[in-house]
């Protein structure tokens, strides 16, 4: 396995999702092999993937519950060379056990370095909080994207974010690094967005994207049409971002430029 990335900040309707899934993709189409894991219990992810969740072999819940090994429940996808894993949809007595064994943060870890280890990417969409399987995807987790969009509760939430990668550096995982943080549904020139990204340039400047995902109703779309962007509309602008940030990934990775390191002053 080279290197699991997961999508995360404490804060809904960021484009967590959005960004997991056509991330995926994108690298996916770019002949990489992808695993795309769902780790939030709302369970978006086969959506917009156009998967029923009871059609597929299992689930990470079952995972977490020990019914299943996690090599058991990667489902196919429409896209060649992306695989996919469903949150799974569960009860409020398997909510309770899951919650009881994401207390043992270094299981899910385990789980991937010593299962999945033939995949380039493993891209893990977290829910919009930071406990439970944000951490333990964290934990397993060799870099992070947090998308961003514009206002001051975005920002807010991105300084917990960064206090928790920190914590889980720290305490878990010291090679853990910020990926970069990816600003969605963007407009350039509007005084909203150039108060937001001023102060993210001010603050936390290296750990910007070059690549920005404008406001795109193609992405939008797609979602309804159970299909990433690249497969609903290639040539729209949302699919082209999206292509762009995985090749921004990739160059990295090719050792053009390199995630940037935290530190406990930054």
């Known amino acids: 396995m080279r290197k699991v990335i997961s999508v995360a900040l404490p804060k809904g309707g960021v484009g967590k999702t959005t ?56 489902s196919k996808t429409q896209i060649d060379n992306l695989d996919f894993i469903p949150a799974g949809e569960p009860s409020y007595q398997n909510e309770d056990r899951v919650a009881r064994l994401t207390g043992n943060l270094n299981l899910f870890s385990n789980m991937l370095h010593h299962e999945l280890g033939e995949y380039d990417y493993i891209i893990i969409d977290c829910p919009p909080y930071l406990k439970g399987f944000t951490t333990i995807a964290l934990i397993a987790s060799t870099s992070v994207i947090v998308p961003m969009r514009a206002g001051q509760f975005s920002l807010n939430a991105l300084k917990r974010m960064v206090e928790h990668i920190k914590w889980v550096r720290a305490n878990y995982n010291q090679i853990l690094k910020i990926e970069g943080i990816l600003l969605t549904m963007y407009e350039a020139n509007t005084k909203v967005w150039t108060m937001t990204r001023a102060d993210l340039e001010k603050d936390l400047g290296p750990f910007l994207f070059k690549t920005s995902i404008p406001r795109s109703s193609a992405l939008t779309v797609s979602e309804f049409h159970g299909k990433p962007a690249v497969l609903y509309d290639a040539k729209s602008k949302g699919s082209a971002a999206y292509m762009s940030l995985a090749m921004e990934v990739l160059e990295k990775d090719m050792g053009i430029t390199r995630p940037v390191s935290i530190n406990s002053n930054q």
């Open 19 to 74: 960004t997991a899934v056509n991330l995926a993709a994108s690298l996916a189409v770019a002949e990489k092999r992808v695993l795309l894991i769902d780790a939030d219990p709302s369970g978006t992810c086969a959506i917009y993937l156009g998967i029923d969740p009871e059609k597929t072999p299992g689930s990470l819940h079952e995972v977490l519950s020990f019914t299943k090994r996690i090599s058991q429940v990667v």
